[in-house]
Nanobody
Framework: VQLAESGGGLVHPGGSLRLSCTTP????????ANWYRQAPGKERELVAS????????NYVDAVKGRFTMSRDDDKGTLYLQMNSLKPEDTAVYYC????????????WGQGTQVTVAP
């Protein structure tokens, strides 16, 4: 599974960005979809996740109420709408698709840089 993120860039505090993550073809509904981020000097953290079949969406506390994740399986695309951005949101953002049945496999994109600065 090949994934490619886009939509990153430089934005002022309070601004918005929408990240996209595309894969050729459609997305298997049984895969869990994730957005992670990694800031300089920090470990990669899970930002948002949509369960298989889209039953539930979860967010890390730091982005609740500001970020919205969605998935369009037919179009093979994940989205992360980011509003009210803060400097602490600066990071490389990665999408992933995870097969949670044995054997577990997680497919990653190459990442897209998001920088929030005055």
């Amino acid at each position: 599974v090949q994934l490619a993120e886009s939509g990153g860039g430089l934005v002022h505090p309070g601004g918005s960005l929408r990240l996209s993550c595309t894969t050729p073809g459609s997305i298997d509904v049984k895969l869990v979809a994730n957005w992670y981020r990694q800031a300089p000097g920090k470990e990669r953290e899970l930002v948002a996740s949509i369960s298989s079949f889209g039953h539930s969406t979860n967010y890390v506390d730091a982005v609740k109420g500001r970020f919205t994740m969605s998935r369009d399986d037919d179009k093979g695309t994940l989205y992360l709408q980011m509003n009210s951005l803060k400097p602490e949101d600066t990071a490389v953002y990665y999408c992933s698709l995870k097969k949670i049945t044995w054997p577990e496999v997680e497919y990653w994109g190459q990442g897209t840089q998001v920088t929030v600065a005055p």
